[in-house]
């Protein structure tokens, strides 16, 4: 869990000039987004400013955005909104998908099936996905598969549009790129797979590095706006 300052104390005097404004700027969002719920106060309020990614944004000097944008490992994903794309993203939740709610949580989803992935543990509503996806998605729920099953059905093109809240819509696909790994570890590493995204499949080793390591190209997902 990151820590984007120790306390008041340890600021540059250009990030503390600003201390005042940015604590009235945040107590304003979270009431916004509080409203009346208790819990919801007791869930904001406890957490620490200096851990607060809102609360460092404010005290650099930006302002916060029309609405919460999503997150990544529970901290607001900025980036993703903020600056171009494509974005590789590592940690996607495919298992879950399609598979039926308990009663409580299809109550409150207001669907009896999850109709979200889990990008980076962030929930996105899944829009659309091409045929190459559900290929994927009907193998990896199936269970039985093989390496060459997974090089094959990446290479494939799978495609999902998703979207977080009311933001644009973005788009879920497969892209080559390049990742590094030290001589010893090349045979082991040429045949490793994420289990859960089913990332580093196809891999193919470049080039040996001037440092000593070894240059190798996979496949990976990423995430762009649809326009």
């Not at 120790?6 to 940015?22: F, I, M, T, V, Y």
């Not at 997150?71 to 994903?77: D, E, F, G, L």
């Not at 010893?184 to 590095?209: A, G, H, P, Q, Y």
Request: aromatic share 12%; hydrophobic share 35%; charged share 25%.
């Amino acid at each position: 869990m990151p820590t984007f300052f120790q306390n008041k104390d340890s600021l540059p005097p250009e990030l503390l000039a600003r201390w005042d404004r940015a604590v009235a700027e945040y107590d304003r969002v979270l009431n916004e987004q509080c409203g009346d719920s208790e819990t919801k106060k007791m869930f904001f309020y406890n957490a620490l400013r200096e851990k607060s990614g809102l609360f460092w944004r404010l005290l650099n000097g930006k302002d916060p955005l029309p609405m919460p944008p999503p997150t990544r490992y529970s901290y607001p994903w900025y980036g993703i909104i903020e600056e171009p794309g494509p974005h590789r993203v590592g940690d996607i939740g495919f298992h879950a998908y399609g598979k039926p709610l308990g009663q409580q949580l299809a109550e409150i989803r207001g669907t009896d099936r999850e109709d979200r992935l889990f990008i980076e543990q962030c929930g996105w509503v899944v829009l659309s996905c091409n045929a190459a996806a559900q290929d994927m998605l009907e193998t990896l729920h199936g269970g039985t598969f093989t390496l060459e099953d997974q090089d094959r059905l990446m290479a494939a093109g799978p495609e999902w549009i998703v979207q977080y809240g009311k933001w644009p819509a973005y788009r879920l696909f497969v892209q080559r790129y390049r990742r590094q790994t030290l001589p010893r570890f090349l045979e082991d590493t040429l045949k490793l797979v994420d289990k859960s995204s089913w990332s580093w499949t196809n891999t193919v080793m470049i080039c040996e590095r001037d440092d000593g390591g070894i240059e190798m190209e996979s496949d990976g997902w990423f995430l762009e706006k649809t326009s």
